[in-house]
């Protein structure tokens, strides 16, 4: 299996980053092939704009996704896009691993899903969910937060954490057609002892090397619906 870790922390010595070194660790010990997109380390451009296109279809007004779309066809898309690409489409698993920030994802990260999620590839049309670009594919979503479990939850302080996760999981994995694993999370990470946090890297190696055990979430399929997208029955 070929698996691409997409990480996103600003600190190198971060649990989050102990998290991705322990599933590099886990899937190369599995025999799988790994790549590792470490967007701090790399100074990736989050910022998605018309210097992402060597050259455009209409130079006068930019439709992002249209000049995605000829960009790839055309070999036009700017070089770290398709080297993101290459990875993507090489990946058979992609995880992502970052923490909370306000109840969503690094910037950082929403850059690189911005950019590298192009249209024509990945989606497109009628291309999603089920029928998306990337079906076939799985996703794994890992994160870490301050919070505490209890906090998180129907009635709770923050409501669900799958609210919070769900443009990540519905909306941009599921979208595009991966099935989409249940969220690993580390719990009130900054303020645990050392010994807690080793108990959640024991329990994240073993959800690695067992993942091929799991059932994917369950999202809408395009057969649930009719030409114009209502839903059928």
Known sequence: MNVLIVHAHPEPQSFTAALRDQA??????????VQVSDLYAMNWNPVASADDFVSRENPDYLVYALEQRLGVKSQSIAADIQQELDKLLWADLVVLNFPIFWFSAPAMLKGWIDRVLVSGVCYGGKRFYDQGGLVGKQA????????????FGEGAIHGPLEDMLRPILRGTLA?????????????????ISDEARKDFLRSYQQRLAHLSDEQPLVFPRLAQFDEALYPLG
């Open 24 to 33: 590099v660790e886990t899937f190369t010990a599995q025999g799988h092939q």
């Open 140 to 151: 794994l979503v890992t994160v870490t937060l301050g919070g505490r479990e209890h906090m």
């Open 175 to 191: 979208y595009v057609g991966f099935e989409v694993l249940e969220p690993f999370v580390a719990w009130h990470v900054p303020y």
